[in-house]
């Protein structure tokens, strides 16, 4: 299973790679997480890379293989689809957020994306996540309803996501974590 | 004990030096390499500190070897070179206990001004150098480089790479060896081996040479665990190390493999046996070809750069595309969906409250030349704000606006300024302001001071009041410091008031002295920090849509192209109220205090 995660700097794209890595070890499996630190970290377009099988080599998935592009902004969605396998999933938040180049009016941001997505057949599930976190009770769990929805279209049991998400989350945001989880898995 | 981790390869290259039974470490923060020193301060058992830069954490953690502690230094590769002194004549003495140096490159520069390949600096100092390719290997190779520094008297470099470092795979953990076992040796007064001085370098050098050979004979010896030899179709071998290992080992499985756990010196013998063995043998190696050129040095046939890039990282997709162009591979490129061309970027920006903002507004307004420095301000070189010109290496600003007035002269100096961050200066701009004093320079040297070493993740520095390990400790005061070397013209400013800010900048730059400005303001992201202002909004009525809010370049304004006004994201603006101050018609309102 490899899935690439696609986020903005400081939307939890990190803590949504150790949920899954976190997952993927309980469940028997040899796994690799990759992400870049540093200069992303301020805003910046940054991806996660999650690995799991019986044998990984190579940390990061390769353009084309990804059985899944988790994306937390809808630019950074329509930015890393080439990482998908064919039939591959992209799960997208529809938030936008605007990177400078916008703000500063050199560009604009693309009005069509999901129309764009749909001409190319991509299979895709779009949601609101930035809704659905502040109606969990936390504008930060975008992350976690976004992990929701990514269970509920995977192979892996239910159990075990919560399980993963108790075992990385810390202790006092758990709570509204798991309803985020909750508002995300029953999406479909 | 067996327990398995899911660990980024920094923490397990911490681990590695805690099972080792290793009681110092040190270093200064640089990605990728900083999180192996945040681990292994929460270890008890070992005493760890942020040094002042690279050089001081190698000095610190030489001296404990020779006085008698396993020691660690981590750096990223850049810090290796302002390290570079020390470390070429610690491989003339050697060691007493065992010495590690852990140098993190990174390759295609995600958080770098250069690429360099660290394995350079090994031969330079003839020093043996060992390359993970995964997490339990960065454990399991720190805890040898421990062993190997021993028994040859050598310092060892643990070279590591942007993907192995800030990777995560499962790792066995074991125990600490015991307090009994660890090899905690007496200081070793030996002054014909520690004192490099001519007499004894001489006789040092001859030894070198000698361990060098006897690291070869090693390295060849397959049950010293450093290399690894896996013959499968013999049509194509590899030879291959760290990160690349992996990314090959995904592309062609049914390769034969030689992996190198010890890239410097070379197993010639058992190279040479493999190239033999195999038809046709390719060296995929990341950055520069080291392993290829002294493979071809001994006569044999190797295909390398020929077909593989140099420059920036590699990755299963660059292999696979280059040995499929050489005719090797059948398979096809697996890409299925194209992006969309014209997607526009998302640069990483100044973070929303960020107090570098204000001065950089306001040096770009003042059309200044501004030598810059490494850090979080690097990001006020691109637009909006673009308020830097140079950026060169840690500290250089301030030699560098000295240059320019030794070129142009003292008008140019009235048209120039240096900014540094506070962690940075410490590391290596008070040289370079002492040189300014010394030469009677007339500079004005910027301090933007954030409190903290922001752009690496927040680590503590001398003007912090805390140590690596969170205790209280002295804060360094660079109006004192400013004052004893010799300024008299030290300001500290509030980085928020730009009206004062302006009148400083533009007092100080005019004067025939050398000046140094303190700006102060914690960085937004330390726990705790908030502003006094809780909602702002733009009045649309008073809003003309003259875009100069948009020159902060404020991840929380935009510009609505419907209604041709401004506005603020509320979820993104912290309230620091700077776009307040830049507004000419007060059409930015706070809306409502904070209790």
């Known amino acids: 299973m490899n899935i690439l995660i696609a986020a903005v700097g400081g939307q939890g794209a990190v803590l949504a790679s150790k949920v899954l890595g976190k997952l993927a070890q309980n469940i028997g499996k040899d796994v690799k997480v990759s992400e870049v630190h540093g200069m992303s970290q301020r805003g910046g377009s940054v991806v996660a890379h999650v690995k799991f099988g019986d044998k990984i080599y190579s940390p990061v998935v390769e353009r084309g293989s990804a059985d899944i592009v988790l994306a937390f902004e809808l630019l950074e969605g329509a930015r890393y689809v080439d990482y998908l396998k064919e039939n591959g999933i992209l799960i997208s938040n529809t938030q936008k957020i605007n990177p400078m180049p916008v703000i500063i009016g050199a560009v604009d941001y693309p009005e069509d994306i999901k129309q764009k997505m749909a001409e190319k057949n991509i299979n895709t599930k779009f949601v609101d996540a930035l809704d659905l976190a502040k109606e969990s009770g936390n504008i930060k769990t975008v992350n976690t309803v976004l992990i929701g929805l990514l269970a509920k279209n995977s192979p892996i049991a239910k159990e075990e996501w919560v399980k993963a998400i108790k075992e990385t989350v810390p202790e006092r945001f758990l709570d509204v974590n798991l309803k985020a989880f909750e508002m995300g898995y029953n999406l479909n | ?595």
């Open chain 2, 1 to 595: 004990m067996s327990k398995k981790e899911l660990l980024l390869g920094n923490f397990a290259v911490a681990r590695g030096a805690y099972e080792a039974g290793a009681t110092v470490a040190t270093a200064y923060p640089g990605t990728p390499s900083t999180e192996i020193t945040e681990y292994i301060a929460q270890y008890d058992k070992i005493n760890s500190e942020w040094s002042t830069n690279e050089k001081v954490a190698l000095e610190v953690a030489i001296g404990a070897s020779i006085a008698g502690s396993r020691s660690i230094v981590s750096m990223k590769h850049v810090g290796l070179n302002v390290a570079a002194d020390p470390f070429m004549t610690v491989t003339y003495t050697g060691v007493n206990s065992g010495l590690v140096i852990a140098v993190a490159d990174d390759p295609s520069m995600h958080s770098s001004q250069n690429e360099q390949d660290t394995r350079y600096f090994g031969m330079a100092g003839k020093c043996p150098v060992l390359e993970p390719s995964n997490s339990q290997e960065c454990k399991d190779y720190t805890k040898m480089a421990f062993e190997i520094s021993e028994k040859f008297d050598t310092p060892v470099i643990l070279r590591l790479t942007t993907r192995i470092s800030h990777s995560q795979s499962i790792v066995s953990l074991e125990d600490r060896i015991t307090d009994e076992e660890i090899i905690s040796r007496p200081y070793d007064k030996n002054p014909d081996k520690y004192i490099s001085a001519p007499a004894n370098a001489r006789k040092r050098r001859v030894i070198i040479e000698e361990r060098l050979g006897k690291l070869q004979e090693f390295t060849n010896n397959p049950e010293n665990n450093l290399i690894n030899v896996e013959y499968n179709d013999k049509a194509i071998g590899i030879i291959t190390s760290g990160a690349s290992y992996q990314y090959a080992k995904e592309v062609c499985p049914n390769a034969s493999f030689f992996k190198l756990g010890m890239v410097y010196p070379l197993p010639k013998e058992a190279i040479t046996e493999f190239v033999n063995n195999c038809d046709k043998v390719y060296v995929i190696e990341e950055l520069e070809p080291i392993f290829e050129k002294e493979i071809k040095s001994w006569g044999l046939y190797v295909i390398g750069k020929e077909i593989f890039p140099t420059i920036g990282e590699l990755s299963p997709e660059i292999i696979r595309t280059c040995l499929k162009e050489a005719g090797e591979l059948e398979s096809k490129s697996l890409v299925t969906y194209e992006v969309q061309e014209d997607l526009p970027v998302r640069p990483p920006v100044l973070c929303p409250g960020c107090h570098h903002r204000g001065p950089f507004y306001i040096l770009k307004k003042l059309k200044l030349n501004v030598s810059g420095d490494i850090g979080c301000y690097t990001l006020g070189g691109v637009p909006p704000l673009s308020a830097i010109d140079t950026t060169i290496c840690m500290g250089a600003s301030i030699g560098m606006a000295h240059g320019f007035e030794m070129a142009k002269g003292k008008e140019f100096a009235k048209k120039s300024v240096a900014v540094i961050g506070d962690s940075t200066f410490w590391h290596s701009g008070v040289t370079g302001l002492i040189d300014i004093v010394y030469n009677k320079g007339n500079s004005t040297v910027i301090v933007l001071d954030n409190s903290i070493t922001a752009m690496t993740g927040h680590q503590e520095n001398p003007s912090t009041g805390k140590t690596l390990k969170g205790d209280m400790a002295p804060q360094i005061d660079f109006v004192a410091l400013g004052k004893a070397i010799g300024i008299k013209r030290v300001v500290e400013v509030d980085a928020y008031d730009l009206e004062k800010l302006e009148e400083v900048i533009k007092t100080e730059v005019n004067a025939e002295e050398p000046s140094l400005i303190i700006t102060k303001r914690p960085c937004i992201l330390i726990k705790g920090v908030k502003f006094e202002y809780k909602d702002l909004q733009v009045n649309s009525e008073k809003c003309n849509g003259c875009k100069l809010c948009l020159r902060i370049g404020c991840p929380a304004i935009s510009f609505n192209n419907e209604t041709k006004k401004a506005e603020i994201n509320k979820s993104l603006c912290v309230g620091c109220g700077l776009c307040v101050d830049v507004c000419k018609r007060s059409a930015i309102e706070l809306k409502e205090k904070k209790d």
